[in-house]
């Protein structure tokens, strides 16, 4: 693109899929993904910040059209919740589930921006490399993953107590039984690890493999007449069923957060 | 796919946000909603009880209907009882005031009679004297002759 050197596929797919790093200190670890956290901070800073300026001028009488639109998002992801979650779900697990859904939507819509377009824009802005998408970083959509999985620790001990965790740990699903201890010890370790793994990866490969589907469909189109013509085409046919994936696996992982957190507050 | 350093500025955005929303987006909003479920649900419980209100005016609205008709025809009926009674008295009133009249125009009749008789009688005695007297020729004394006169008088 932009850099000036000869363009080839690879160097194309290099560029599009290259973070904007900044070093905080010594080693491959303490390396910032800049683009990942501005992009998510910007877009988590305007989405609840509308919400709160709706929230704020929220009215129980006549709702306006911003406000409705508001609780209808809310009411949505209450009903989710309740079905789900049986406690006092307002104190903490429905709002946390709000969150997870709208920054995650917000995060996955920015797939749908055109995505050279967006690379000559930051270009003039002087960043050579810089992903629109948070959630295509393994980084954001584990963050989010394990902070889930701590909270999930959280409560099973704060509703349960460390005894009773432990208790839950040792002796389900298979019984109560001491010879049965390291077995169902080990079940549950599995479980434990696969289920931030899992909570992540999938969003994470989900929005990935969109991203790489349009890079593809954008090097098709530099191909020649026919090439651009199709990868409109295609372009515009995933862009749209990109907006039903985008919306899916947002759900998906709010729905999961949820769960996680559930289980977490119920005894077996 | 490098794990680094941004899984934990990334993890404190997320605290922040959820912090935020829990703190400040959920319950205004939910305050709202439950205000105005509230409001709705007072509202369809007045609807209800307005409903079982009119029912039930309009129950004692028919009954006072019914028993207004009721009143009227009794009274009614009365006024027409009464009404019959006043012109059977009516009629009863008039037939003795006739009946006097007519007694007292018979007794007035009978007296004028007995009057004219009586008037004619003495006419016809000063005549039956005139003439006896003429008859006579002589006048006769009519103080002399006065007991004579009366039993003919009494005679006529």
């Known amino acids: 693109?932009?850099?000036?050197?000869?363009?080839?596929?690879?160097?194309?797919?290099?560029?599009?899929?290259?973070?904007l790093t900044s070093s905080v200190g010594e080693g491959a670890f303490w390396t910032l993904h800049v683009?990942?956290?501005?992009?998510?901070?910007?877009?988590?800073?305007?989405?609840?910040?509308?919400?709160?300026?709706?929230v704020r001028g929220a009215t129980s009488g006549v709702p306006g059209k911003r406000q409705a639109f508001v609780e209808l998002a809310v009411e949505f992801i209450d009903d989710q919740v309740k079905s789900t979650f049986h406690g006092d779900r307002h104190a903490f697990v429905a709002p946390a589930a709000l969150t997870v859904f709208v920054w995650v939507l917000m995060m996955n819509a920015m797939d749908l921006l055109p995505i050279?377009?967006?690379?000559?824009?930051?270009?003039?802005?002087?960043?050579?490399?810089?992903?629109?998408?948070?959630?295509?970083?393994?980084?954001?959509?584990?963050?989010?993953a394990l902070s889930v999985w701590f909270l999930m620790i959280y409560f099973n001990i704060k509703v349960k107590g460390l005894g009773g965790w432990i208790h839950e740990l040792v002796c389900t699903p298979f019984g109560k039984n001491p010879l049965l201890w390291p077995v169902n010890?080990?079940?549950?370790?599995?479980?434990?690890?696969?289920?931030?793994?899992?909570?992540s990866l999938r969003l994470y490969g989900n929005i990935y493999a969109g991203e790489i589907i349009f890079l593809l469909i954008g090097m098709w189109a530099a191909t020649g007449l026919a090439g651009t013509i199709f990868g409109t085409v295609l372009g515009a046919g995933w862009a749209i069923f990109h907006i039903l994936i985008i919306t899916l696996q947002a759900f998906i992982f709010m729905m999961l957060t949820v769960v996680y957190l559930s289980m977490a507050h119920e005894s077996h | 796919m490098n794990i680094n350093f941004t899984l934990f500025s990334q993890a404190a955005a997320f605290a922040v946000f959820i912090w935020f929303t829990v703190k400040f987006v959920w319950p205004p909003l939910m305050r709202a909603i439950?205000?105005?479920?509230?409001?709705?649900?007072?509202?369809?419980?007045?609807?209800?009880r307005g409903k079982h209100q009119l029912e039930l005016a309009s129950h004692r609205s028919s009954d006072a209907l019914k028993e207004a008709k009721q009143r009227a025809a009794d009274i009614i009926a009365q006024a027409e009882k009464r009404a019959s009674q006043i012109i059977?008295?009516?009629?009863?009133?008039?037939?003795?005031?006739?009946?006097?009249?007519?007694?007292?125009?018979k007794a007035e009749v009978d007296q004028e009679v007995f009057r004219a008789k009586e008037t004619l009688r003495q006419q016809v005695a000063d005549l039956a004297?005139?003439?006896?007297?003429?008859?006579?020729?002589?006048?006769?004394d009519a103080k002399t002759h006065a007991e004579l006169l009366t039993s003919i008088k009494a005679e006529l």
Do not use: C
Not at chain 1, 35 to 54: A, E, K, Q, R, Y
Not at chain 1, 116 to 131: F, K, P, S, T, V
Not at chain 1, 185 to 199: D, G, I, Q, R, T
Not at chain 2, 129 to 140: D, F, Q
């Open chain 2, 88 to 105: 059977e008295e009516a009629k009863g009133t008039a037939k003795d005031e006739s009946d006097r009249i007519i007694v007292g125009a």
């Open chain 2, 34 to 48: 439950e205000d105005r479920q509230k409001t709705i649900a007072d509202g369809l419980a007045a609807g209800e």
């Open chain 1, 116 to 144: 050279d377009i967006m690379a000559l824009i930051y270009e003039q802005l002087g960043l050579h490399n810089w992903r629109s998408v948070p959630t295509t970083d393994i980084n954001a959509t584990f963050a989010l």
């Open chain 1, 185 to 199: 010890l080990l079940f549950n370790l599995v479980e434990y690890v696969s289920k931030p793994l899992s909570h």
């Open chain 1, 1 to 19: 693109m932009a850099s000036g050197a000869e363009l080839t596929p690879t160097s194309y797919m290099n560029h599009h899929l290259t973070n």
């Open chain 1, 35 to 54: 683009d990942t956290l501005v992009m998510s901070l910007l877009l988590g800073i305007l989405s609840f910040g509308f919400l709160w300026s709706v």
């Open chain 2, 129 to 140: 004297v005139a003439g006896a007297a003429k008859i006579l020729r002589r006048e006769v």
